[in-house]
């Protein structure tokens, strides 16, 4: 991957972050209200945007660190993932999935401080 993808992939990231945050707090206040899950609705954007903006700094680093983007990607996709359809459902058991996101995300943090820069990524 090389860091023109990694930033539009980032943005793309934001975009839904952002998108997903205005309608969990508009179009879906009531549902997630009477599911009780406004809380983990809120929890699944604050991951989803905080680590957005990881991937767009990293997406700027020379060289990229591509381990560590692919892992924060993975960990946003399950963590705020299974969250958000937590969120919707009502389904408890994504519960038990949701940490394999939180694993992936920590991962992806120490994989950008300690690993080690993709050599290969093109500018």
Known sequence: MNSQTALRISAIVGF????LG?????GLHALLEKNTRLATWETAVLYHLTHAVVLLIIAT???????????????????????YVL????VKWLGAITPIG????????????????????AT
Not at 22 to 26: D, K, L, R
Not at 87 to 90: H, K, M, P, V, Y
């Open 22 to 26: 205005a309608f969990g707090a508009h």
């Open 102 to 121: 939180g694993v992936c995300l920590l991962a992806g943090w120490l994989a950008l401080g300690f690993g080690k820069p993709d050599s290969k990524s």
């Open 16 to 19: 839904l972050a952002v998108a």
């Open 61 to 83: 680093l020379r060289p990229l660190r591509a381990a560590a983007f692919w892992l924060m990607l993975t960990g946003i996709a399950i963590f705020s993932g299974t969250l």
């Open 87 to 90: 969120a919707l459902t009502n």
